[in-house]
């Protein structure tokens, strides 16, 4: 055994971990989930018992950037803390993290059988391991655009046929920045959905802050992302 900030992990956590005693977890949506975060050093320190799907397919230390959908702009995101705050509450769990968010994808773009949506099948099924959950931040290229009137019905065919390809999971979704107005309205279809959709929960972005852009989380507010996104996956999960 040894000891890691988190808690006690086996030394046999690492990417060369049988793929079945993996819990992994599928990451969907736009650039807040993809990450733009600034990449610090201690960003690209490895975490025991921590791993990611890479773009190769193959399972490696789990790093920032996690995602490479724009690999000149990706950056820090939520999923690493997430993983260790998920892990923290069972240490010796191998936590996987499976990238297949696109920034800028609307909501459409997610359709089923369209390539986004067949690219994250694919990569979970290839992943192995036990998937235990959804992560989901999406909506802002949708209120951009004023499709935000339909879009909790339209999220639900998309998850709806997502959790009948990859596996019926809890599925965790965020709320867009506050930050910027033009937001609000997709927020609140969000918010409603553990209301309308089953094994859903919603994650306040409340006193999380933009980059200069208006667009983005930081890091430091990505990073608290994931550590409330942990804490509303545990309570959907249970005794997991």
Same mark, same amino acid.
């Given at each position: ?32 989930m993809a990450g733009r975060g600034v990449v610090e050093a201690a960003d690209k320190l490895a975490w025991p ?119 019926? *999971? ?5 709320? &867009?920045?506050? #930050?910027?107005?033009? /937001? +609000?309205?997709?927020?609140?279809? %969000? @918010? ?22 208006? *667009? ?5 507010? &990505?990073?608290? #992302?994931?550590?409330? /996104? +942990?804490?509303?996956?545990?309570? %959907? @999960?249970?005794?997991?």
């Open positions: 055994m040894t000891m890691t900030r988190f808690g006690f992990v086996s030394l046999l956590a690492s990417p060369l971990l049988a793929q079945s005693s993996r819990d992994v977890f599928l990451l969907a949506g736009q650039s807040n018992g921590i791993s990611v799907f890479t773009k190769a397919k193959v399972w490696a230390p789990a790093v920032d950037p996690l995602h490479f959908d724009k690999p000149e702009i990706a950056g820090v995101g939520l999923g690493r803390t997430f993983a260790a705050t998920v892990q923290k509450h069972s240490p010796m769990k191998e936590i996987g993290l499976i990238p297949a968010a696109m920034g800028g994808s609307s909501l459409q773009e997610w359709s089923p059988a369209g390539p986004l949506f067949t690219n994250a099948v694919e990569r979970t099924k290839a992943a192995g391991g036990r998937l235990r959950g959804i992560l989901w931040h999406q909506g802002e290229a949708d209120a951009v655009a004023g499709l935000e009137s339909t879009y909790a019905e339209r999220w639900m065919v998309v998850m709806t046929a997502l959790r009948e390809a990859v596996g019926d *999971v809890p599925v965790v979704v965020g709320e &867009l920045g506050r #930050f910027n107005a033009k /937001y +609000a309205a997709v927020s609140e279809q %969000l @918010a409603l959905l553990p209301v309308r959709y089953p094994r859903t929960a919603f994650v306040s972005a409340g006193g999380l802050q933009a980059k200069a852009d208006g *667009v983005h989380f930081d890091a430091p507010s &990505l990073k608290e #992302f994931g550590r409330r /996104y +942990a804490h509303a996956w545990l309570m %959907l @999960a249970g005794n997991w």
